[in-house]
Nanobody
Framework: QVQLVESGGGLVQAGGSLRLSCAASRSIFSINAMGWYRQVSGNQRELVAAFTSGSSTNYADSVKGRFTISRDNAKNTVYLQMNSLKPEDTAVYYC??????????????WGKGTLVTVSS
């Protein structure tokens, strides 16, 4: 079980930057599968950036070269640095963690989301 709280969203102009934070209620040292998703109302939640195996990362093509996911295990926090923001990046951003369950399954945990609005 883990609770996730996102912060750092806001209103920025195109070309600006924001850093999102996801604070976890437990140690994330041993959690490899975690990342950021975003969702626009009416659309499906989509992957933005994530850690997969170990420190490997995966980014959506639309954010490659602009966004960077990082983590601070000592602070139980995952970050998303967003640079060169575009109006198309406007969405609610959600932190995600996958935890292994009994029977070798997994369960997704989500934060409540933080709104990022990029004006043109």
């Amino acid at each position: 079980q883990v609770q996730l709280v996102e912060s750092g969203g806001g209103l920025v102009q195109a070309g600006g930057s924001l850093r999102l934070s996801c604070a976890a209620s437990r140690s994330i040292f041993s959690i490899n599968a975690m990342g950021w998703y975003r969702q626009v109302s009416g659309n499906q939640r989509e992957l933005v950036a994530a850690f997969t195996s170990g420190s490997s990362t995966n980014y959506a093509d639309s954010v490659k070269g602009r966004f960077t996911i990082s983590r601070d295990n000592a602070k139980n926090t995952v970050y998303l640095q967003m640079n060169s923001l575009k109006p198309e990046d406007t969405a609610v951003y959600y932190c995600n963690v996958k935890l292994v369950t009994l029977g070798n399954g997994s369960r997704d945990y989500w934060g409540k989301g933080t709104l990022v609005t990029v004006s043109s």
